[in-house]
């Protein structure tokens, strides 16, 4: 991917497409944290989350609001290269991801097509 973008060159771009997100978020957990910018994703309904692990997490929130992210159910996630990633994660680093995809699409299609099994 070549290298990899600072945090304030990804603000502008658009969010991934809910197409991306539906592929890559497969997963669910109470808990995640994004490998590819370290913020930790929490769930806030009781019935995912321990009430107590929740108000933990909020008062972390408050401290370090940048470093936390609250969601109102399960958090949805997946793994790309390795790394455990949250769709709709602010940092917004799985649009490099869709843009290397969706730019290269070509070439993927001419390798799944010549590798497919009859």
Same mark, same amino acid.
């Given at each position: 991917?070549?290298?990899?973008?600072?945090?304030?060159?990804?603000e502008?771009?658009?969010?991934?497409?809910?197409?991306?997100?539906?592929?890559?978020?497969?997963?669910?957990? %109470?808990?995640?944290?994004?490998?590819? &910018?370290? =913020?930790?994703?929490?769930?806030? +309904?009781?019935?995912?989350?321990?009430? $107590?692990?929740?108000?933990?997490?909020?008062?972390?929130?408050?401290?370090?609001?940048?470093?936390?992210?609250?969601?109102?159910?399960?958090?949805?996630?997946?793994?790309?290269?390795?790394? %455990?990633?949250?769709?709709?994660?602010? &940092?917004? =680093?799985?649009?490099?991801?869709e +843009?290397?995809?969706?730019?290269?699409? $070509?070439?993927?299609?001419?390798?799944?097509?010549?590798t497919?099994?009859?």
């Open positions: 991917m070549g290298t990899m973008k600072k945090n304030e060159e990804l502008g771009l658009e969010p991934i497409s809910e197409e991306f997100a539906n592929a890559v978020g497969r997963m669910h957990q %109470s808990i995640a944290v994004c490998d590819l &910018c370290g =913020r930790t994703h929490f769930a806030t +309904d009781p019935e995912v989350l321990d009430l $107590e692990e929740i108000n933990e997490f909020k008062e972390l929130k408050k401290q370090q609001p940048d470093r936390y992210v609250a969601w109102d159910e399960w958090i949805s996630m997946g793994v790309i290269d390795s790394k %455990s990633v949250i769709p709709n994660c602010p &940092c917004n =680093r799985l649009r490099l991801y +843009d290397f995809l969706i730019h290269h699409r $070509e070439m993927f299609e001419d390798y799944y097509e010549a497919k099994e009859d």
